[in-house]
């Protein structure tokens, strides 16, 4: 959505009870480059609707994303070298630079979905030298491979500039849950304050040992593959939507996620206030 549409749309989020809303960049072609340099741009289009949300509802939490696919002109989470390789190291030095935007603008939750190694103890150690003590790490920790990602790619504009490349060489293996289990316990001990486990439905074998095995909140991202999915089947009335969004948001649960990224947000919020008005 645009950004003079966003307020209308945070003001919903409020009416219904939604505590929190995540911003994801779509920008021009034109301002993309090599070293993602618009995504530590104050002037920008996540700093200008951090400051416009905060402004008009400050009680609504505002989470930013911190990785620079949408900023890059090759489309990959991370800063390349000349053989098309992630630099890890450099690529953490422009993510703390993005955090420190968002931060300023007054974002209440840094979330790093890059997937770089050592990146959130870097984003702890900068937010807390730079007063920004009480700002949030959501760290995408359990953040797979997969091929549930594809609208949103289209959306934010990074599937063009890919040009067929993936993202094997830093996200997770789907196949490897043991893996996902160490990143979860890395990140933790380097300061996350809260993990996330994407995709959502396919994976809630991995909430639910996360959930066990870690005494830290645990969000589940349902993607926008698996809302497409959906989508298309209730277009073809192949699926009943009221109910089907219930249960899958249900799963959720019971899998042992405290929250839920899911862009059925406000049609599931209604339908819980629906049957029970002060939830």
Known sequence: ??????????????EVGIPAIALFPYIEKTIKSEDAGESWNDNGLIPKAVRLLKKNYPELGVITD?????????????LVDEFGNILNDE????LVKQALCCASAGADVIAPSDMMDG???EIRNALESSSFKNTLILAYSSKFSSSFYGPFRNAVGSAGTLGGKGKETYQLDFCNAKEALREVAMDIQEGADIV????????????????????????VYQ???EYAMLKAAFANNWLVEEK????????????????????????????????SPKT
């Open 223 to 225: 993607v926008s593959g």
């Open 119 to 121: 990146r959130i103890g």
């Open 244 to 275: 089907t969004v219930v249960e899958t948001l249900t799963c959720f649960k019971r899998a042992g996620a405290s929250a839920i990224l899911t862009y059925f947000a406000l049609e599931a919020a209604r339908l819980i206030q629906s049957v």
């Open 91 to 94: 690529t953490i030095e422009v």
């Open 196 to 219: 996330m486990v994407k995709p959502g439905m396919p994976y809630l074998d991995i909430v639910k040992a996360v959930t066990q095995r870690y005494e830290i909140p645990t969000f």
């Open 66 to 78: 911190a990785a620079l696919d949408p900023y890059t002109s090759h489309g990959q989470d991370g």
């Open 1 to 14: 959505i645009s950004v003079d549409r966003l307020l209308r749309v945070a003001d919903e989020c409020l």
